[in-house]
Nanobody, 119 residues
Framework: QVQFVESGGGLVQPGGSLTLSCEAPSDIGLISEWGWYRQTPGNQRELVARINRGHFTDTVDSVKGRFTISHDNNRRTTWLQMDNLKSEDTAVYYC?????????????WGQGTQVIVSA
């Protein structure tokens, strides 16, 4: 089983900030894209932001201007900087690493980290 090192979640007040990080093991191969997703009870996991090896990013409208995704290829790590957090950002956040080999794509998920935004 692939083990990611995912951390940074916690309890924060509205308007506060958190930085999530996720490090992938080296044995999954070359990562072509990173993604951060979140999930609340009873709902499907939804995309928050993603970034490819060329640092092209895509962020959903609900977090634009507040969340920033980044990564370091050498450290095999992605971060999600979350600013001006709102109560509706409360969720379990998951990182996803996608590898590509001969046009075959494989997706690996982190174990998730809980973010609670509450006064």
């Amino acid at each position: 089983q692939v083990q990611f090192v995912e951390s940074g979640g916690g309890l924060v007040q509205p308007g506060g900030s958190l930085t999530l990080s996720c490090e992938a093991p080296s044995d999954i191969g070359l990562i072509s894209e990173w993604g951060w997703y979140r999930q609340t009870p009873g709902n499907q996991r939804e995309l928050v932001a993603r970034i490819n090896r060329g640092h092209f990013t895509d962020t959903v409208d609900s977090v634009k201007g507040r969340f920033t995704i980044s990564h370091d290829n050498n450290r095999r790590t992605t971060w999600l900087q979350m600013d001006n957090l709102k109560s509706e950002d409360t969720a379990v956040y998951y990182c996803k690493a996608t590898t590509e080999f001969n046009n075959q794509y494989t997706h690996y998920w982190g174990q998730g980290t809980q973010v609670i935004v509450s006064a």
